[in-house]
């Protein structure tokens, strides 16, 4: 299983969401996903189970498979919470059923 | 380290600015005058932001400009400016923006460390809303300090 965090440089917000889902994994307990980075450029539909980009890349990536859409860069809440939902669509393991 | 970069000399503050260019003028000088980043660097942060690039919008008023490494990038650098009161990103009022952090990475992992911290300490709810709360660079820095403090 592949997440991979999309931005328009590669380096700066889709750095940052890559740090955070992959603390939101470890808060978790979902293991077996592997995450990385990239730009908008380099991406293409397949290299990923799941893309997640802030909104301003929402059109850009329609066609490039299953995309979470993040509404702020920064917010760990909806983070988490649109990690969680992945997990389950893709029907990952989530050992911490309550979370927070 | 976080605070190897956001110093006393890197994180800065603004009151009554004309706007959003005029804090990216602001909030690159420091790396400009460190050799960091070269005019190049700060003219296509600007063009990228002019042609529509709200992308460094991070939320929560906070953004987070940068550009490519080949663009001007000659070593890691990082600082900030909190504008009172807040400037409107590429003058949309869809992206107000109170604190500017201006990055520069020289490839897409290295700053691996700093993105990391970075990325705690504008996630973390408390941190965040300090930081934003912060009107002298020792206050500010005493928040990004306990970043390197709890890890």
């Known amino acids: ?17 890559h740090m955070n889902i992959d603390k939101v994994l470890k808060e978790l307990g979902i293991t077996g996903v592997e995450v990385d980075h990239t730009d908008l450029g380099s991406v293409a539909k397949g290299d990923a189970d799941t893309i997640f980009v802030g909104a301003d890349l929402a059109e850009a990536t329609q066609n490039l498979g299953d995309v979470v859409v993040l509404d702020s860069i920064i917010d760990l809440n909806e983070l988490r919470a649109k990690v969680r939902e992945t997990a389950e669509r893709k029907g990952l393991a989530i050992p911490t059923a309550e979370g927070n | 380290m976080l605070n190897d970069y956001l110093t006393e000399e890197t994180v800065l503050f603004a009151e009554n600015i004309d706007g959003w260019r005029t804090a ?11 050799g960091s980043i070269t005019p190049d660097y700060k003219q296509a942060m600007i063009a990228s932001i002019a042609a529509g690039g709200v992308y460094i919008d991070l939320g929560f008023g906070i953004a987070l400009a940068h550009s490519r490494p080949e663009n001007g990038v000659v070593t890691t650098g990082l600082s900030s400016l909190r504008v009172t009161p807040a400037v409107l990103l590429n003058d949309d009022p869809a992206h107000p923006i109170d604190l500017f952090f201006c990055l520069a990475a020289t490839d897409a992992t290295g700053h691996l460390d700093t993105m990391r911290d970075l990325a705690t300490l504008l996630t973390d709810d408390d941190k965040r809303g300090r930081l934003l709360a912060a009107t002298t660079s020792a206050d500010a820095l005493a928040v990004i ?4 403090d709890s890890e």
């Open chain 2, 145 to 148: 300090q306990e970043i390197g």
């Open chain 2, 24 to 34: 990216i003028d602001l909030v690159t000088e420091p790396l400009l005058a460190s």
């Open chain 1, 1 to 17: 299983m592949k997440f991979l965090a999309v931005c328009s440089t590669g380096l700066g917000s889709s750095f940052m969401v």
